[in-house]
């Protein structure tokens, strides 16, 4: 067992062979009980460390670059902006370790057993890009926003780990195990750039402004473009050219997107909670299950407050789009164009439709309850089984539409 002193020694020294002076000598700490201790910010470069306990230490900002670290215990300790570049981290326990925005680019993090000793941990924001986790067990790992840039998960255990915004390129998770995993594949194929700017966006995002950058693709040309699960919530899309792109299952929460361009996108599953979308075009795309609903506001620390934000759709042009089963409740649709959309099972309880064209529009077992029709084109609208109760159908236009099965209880329906 180390004393303080014989401990304050071994730093010295070590201090002194980093930096290639007369009486430095290489740090060797072998299977030693360091837990519990405040170890903040040392330089331990290149040190020889194996089968140290460092559970519940402090070690934020602690320079682990190339040194061996293998069995070593992590174990619930916060290493957060430590460095573990090109270090030996094999059979290494990190379990619900804290290991935000920490460098491990290189590192070797391979189990030496089948424990699961990476089981929670969280590397959120960490640089990884080339380290090796073959046949690793961490389920339920915390990966969101980290760079996985040529990193290997080979045969690894990652079911339940939440990997949204990990930079993917080059990646391998050849026979991993992805179930229950927030990961979408389907990003890796994109430029680095791309993906750089969508994990900054990320990073941005979950630390609530403090660490990151808001993503911002305002004005450029990204049509077919392939983002099916990214996290783009409250990015700025404003005037961007997304025609054809790929979209489904995108997390778009307050994203901004006023006048951007969607025509023949795939929208399916997509959240858009209060999103704003004035004056988009929509036409011929697919939003079946997408989500235009309101979206609620947090306060700077992150915290839920009473407020919401509605999705702002006015003047956009849906022409012919399919959004079965799509939730625009209590969205602004003011003046929108959703002539011929199928929209069977949608669900507009509550949404603003003032002076919106919904003329040929397939509504069956549509729910516009309370919704503000002022205005609206509805001619030879299918409303079959429809709930339109209390309704506000003011000059609304509904010449030739079908209302079999439709209820309209409070609603001033002539026939």
């Given at each position: 067992m180390l004393t303080a002193q014989e401990f304050v020694e071994i730093l010295r020294a070590h201090e002194r062979f980093t930096r290639r002076e007369p009486n430095g000598r290489r740090a060797r700490i072998e299977s030693e009980n360091l837990s519990g201790l405040r170890l903040p910010g040392l330089n331990l470069r290149e040190s020889v460390l194996t089968g140290t306990d460092f559970s519940r230490c402090v070690l934020t900002g602690t320079d682990f670059g190339r040194a061996t670290l293998s069995l070593c215990s992590f174990e619930m300790?916060?290493?957060?902006?430590?460095?573990?570049?090109?270090?030996?981290?094999?059979?290494?326990?990190?379990?619900?370790?804290?290991?935000?925005?920490?460098?491990?680019?290189?590192?070797?993090?391979?189990?030496?057993?089948?424990?699961?000793?990476?089981?929670?941990?969280?590397?959120?924001?960490?640089?990884?890009?080339?380290?090796?986790?073959?046949?690793?067990?961490?389920?339920?790992?915390?990966?969101?926003?980290?760079?996985?840039?040529?990193?290997?998960?080979?045969?690894?255990?990652?079911?339940?780990?939440?990997?949204?915004?990990?930079?993917?390129?080059?990646?391998?998770?050849?026979?991993?195990v992805l179930d229950g995993a927030d990961i979408s594949l389907e990003l890796a194929q994109l430029p680095p750039d791309i993906q750089e700017v969508l994990r900054q966006h990320a990073l941005w995002v979950d630390s609530f402004g403090l660490a990151g950058k808001r993503a911002s693709f305002a004005g450029r040309d990204l049509s077919r473009i392939d983002l099916r699960g990214a996290y783009l919530s409250g990015a700025d899309l404003r005037g961007t050219n997304l025609t054809g792109a790929q979209l489904t299952g995108a997390l778009m929460v307050l994203t901004e997107l006023d006048g951007a361009t969607l025509d023949d996108a795939d929208l399916q599953r997509a959240d858009l909670a209060g999103a704003s979308l004035k004056r988009a075009t929509i036409r011929h795309a697919r939003l079946d299950d997408a989500r235009f609903e309101p979206a609620p506001i947090l306060s700077v620390d992150g915290r839920g407050t009473r407020d919401t934000k509605r999705a702002d759709l006015d003047g956009v042009s849906f022409r012919q789009s399919a959004m079965s089963g799509a939730s625009f409740r209590e969205a602004r649709l003011r003046d929108g164009d959703l002539h011929g959309v199928v929209a069977e099972l949608v669900n507009m309880r509550g949404a603003d439709l003032t002076g919106a064209n919904l003329s040929d529009a397939k509504l069956v077992s549509g729910d516009l309850s309370d919704a503000i029709l002022t205005g609206a084109n509805l001619r030879r609208a299918d409303l079959r089984n429809a709930n339109m109760s209390n309704a506000k159908v003011e000059d609304t236009d509904l010449t030739g539409s079908e209302l079999d099965g439709a209820n309209t209880d409070g609603t001033p329906i002539r026939h």
């Open positions: 300790a916060d290493a957060a902006q430590a460095n573990f570049e090109n270090a030996n981290l094999r059979g290494a326990n990190l379990s619900n370790a804290r290991l935000s925005e920490a460098n491990f680019s290189g590192a070797d993090l391979r189990p030496a057993t089948d424990q699961d000793i990476s089981r929670h941990a969280v590397l959120q924001g960490a640089s990884l890009p080339g380290a090796r986790f073959d046949k690793a067990q961490m389920a339920g790992a915390d990966l969101r926003a980290t760079d996985l840039s040529q990193a290997s998960f080979e045969e690894a255990n990652i079911k339940d780990a939440n990997l949204r915004g990990a930079m993917l390129l080059d990646a391998s998770f050849k026979d991993a």
